[in-house]
């Protein structure tokens, strides 16, 4: 079987549009995962159970079920929960992309705050202290102290996360988004160059998280000769 190149030079563009989704996909998850995620991981710290269980049940809960299943939750049952909330008697149209963004936030958080907890549990003691000798509040210590050396000491960890979540973009073409997968399945099915949309999307893929891979494998050198 011969590869068409003419057709996937053709298909390049459109390609590309779903590539960018993909991008976006990725940078709403990444961006909104960290920040909740962040907030749910000092939940999680917190000595107050009346804090810390919802966030550690959040966590489970979303860390036990699919991202696919989440996925159809937010695209099927939630435009019924709100319409049953405002007593409209019908469904709220949400549409794909608001389904996908908000899914990939919810979903990926519960994962980013397992890192970001680590992050801080990495940090010395002595450090807390520090910031109780100062007099900062949880507030700033958090964020102007504690914060920073969590990132830096699991960074390597996050843009690992980030390649997975690249990678788990793909599911969202059951519910018929374009997204680098669905813009190729659109075309396979359409022309029938099923052999070379796929191959397309799969040396795409492999391209890009290889090279994230081998970012992070060096970053991750460098940080632990102090950054150097």
Not at 176 to 190: F, P, V, W, Y
Not at 195 to 200: D, P
Request: net charge positive.
């Amino acid at each position: 079987m011969m590869v068409d190149l003419s057709a996937i030079a053709a298909a390049l563009p459109f390609l590309l549009q779903g590539l960018w989704f993909t991008v976006q996909i990725t940078l709403v998850g990444v961006t909104g995962g960290i920040v909740f995620g962040s907030l749910i991981a000092v939940a999680r710290l917190s000595p107050n159970p009346l804090i810390s269980t919802p966030a550690t049940a959040y966590v489970n809960l979303m860390r036990s079920i699919p991202l696919i299943l989440v996925i159809f939750w937010v695209f099927f049952l939630v435009p019924w929960a709100i319409g049953w909330v405002t007593r409209s008697g019908r469904p709220v149209a949400v549409g794909a992309s608001l389904t996908i963004f908000v899914t990939f936030v919810l979903f990926e958080a519960a994962y980013y705050a397992e890192i970001v907890r680590a992050g801080f549990r990495s940090i010395s003691p002595g450090q807390y202290s520090a910031c109780d000798a100062l007099g900062l509040s949880k507030f700033h210590a958090y964020v102007y102290i504690l914060f920073p050396q969590a990132i830096r000491n699991v960074l390597p960890i996050l843009l690992t996360q980030t390649i997975v979540l690249f990678q788990d973009t793909s599911l969202v073409y059951v519910i018929s988004a374009t997204d680098l997968l669905g813009a190729a399945t659109k075309i396979a099915q359409r022309d029938g160059r099923l052999v070379e949309m796929y191959l397309t999307v799969g040396i795409i893929y492999f391209v890009l998280c290889y090279a994230a891979s081998q970012f992070v494998k060096e970053l991750q050198g460098r940080l632990a000769y102090g950054g150097r």
